[in-house]
């Protein structure tokens, strides 16, 4: 078994997989199996299964990208910079990588919100969160609060699509297109 507390090894390797290989395409059998767990203490930490792994996978995920884009985004001193600085360290991480840790729950959510509410709900959450995020970024570099909640949505948007095509390129590439294009999007 990984070092660790049982139920972190099963969350984080659940999210992993969750992460590679979607949620259909993840058995409990193969969690139990890379993490190295015992079956029992899967169903002790998670007695409601593959979804409350998921769920508590997502929230994982949530607050990792979460705190790290609050990292980000205090670095710099316009908005401009700020959001590029943010997008090219996501985009650092794409290079050369077949599956990003930690970075996107995106497969998820398109895979199972309109098949699992408790997961469609987690997903809405975490992504609420990073749009708020976006938006007191904004506002702290003077934009008026509605232009700021639009435009977390269209950045939030963009960083999930360009995610997409990093991760299926294995290069950061798409981000830094997002992020050399940012400028226009960001004009006062």
């Keep these: 078994m990984k070092k660790g507390n049982t139920r972190d090894v099963i969350l984080h390797t659940a999210s992993e997989l969750f992460q590679r290989q979607g949620y259909h395409g993840t058995g409990l059998n193969q969690i139990i199996e890379k993490s190295g767990a015992p079956k029992g203490s899967l169903y002790y930490h998670f007695p409601n299964g593959k979804e409350e792994i998921a769920i508590e996978a997502i929230k994982l995920m949530g607050h990792h990208i979460l705190e790290s884009a609050r990292e980000d985004l ?15 360290k996501i985009a650092d991480v794409f290079d050369g990588k077949a599956c990003v840790d930690g970075l996107q729950i995106g497969l998820i959510a398109s ?13 809405q959450s975490a992504y609420e969160n990073w749009q708020t995020l976006y938006t007191e970024c904004l506002q702290r570099f003077d934009f008026e609060t509605e232009r700021a909640k639009e435009l977390a949505v269209v950045i939030n948007s963009l960083l999930e699509g360009a995610s ?21 999007l960001l004009v006062h």
């Design 74 to 88: 205090s670095e710099k001193d316009t908005a401009i910079e700020a959001f590029q600085h943010h997008v090219a």
């Design 111 to 123: 895979e199972m919100a309109s098949s699992h509410e408790s997961i469609r709900l987690v997903c």
């Design 164 to 184: 997409i095509l990093a991760q299926t390129n294995e290069s950061g590439w798409p981000l830094r297109a997002v992020a050399k294009q940012l400028p226009a």
